[in-house]
């Protein structure tokens, strides 16, 4: 199965926060690295990150949070990954139904319900 290095792409057109949030956050990784070992966050051994990265979970939350959110949403929205997990690579609705456009009828249910909000 593909990891998600392989496949997730962030986009931050639409959300400056979410940009300068990612970019604060591995800025601060990277001043990490250098003032800890003097070499760069990759050319570390995975025990040195790992070491880095626990280290700013509680400096850095909000980025980690984020950064988690945005690369699962991508991964599981990967065809490949739907198909590997059993799933169709489709939107979950309307599963290939048609509906007649324009047909009202279809909202007679929530008509019916009656009203369920405050005045």
Known sequence: ???ASDIVFID?????NLL????EGLIKIIDESNNQYGQEFSALSVTEQLEIV???KRVLFRFFTEL????VQCYYQHDDILKAIGLDAR???PKGYE????NLTLLEVVYLRGKIYRD
């Open 1 to 3: 199965m593909l990891g």
């Open 12 to 16: 931050y057109t639409n959300n400056e």
């Open 20 to 23: 300068s949030l990612i970019q």
């Open 54 to 56: 626990n280290g700013l």
């Open 68 to 71: 988690t959110t945005q690369v």
């Open 91 to 93: 939107p979950p609705f």
């Open 99 to 102: 509906e007649e456009e324009g």
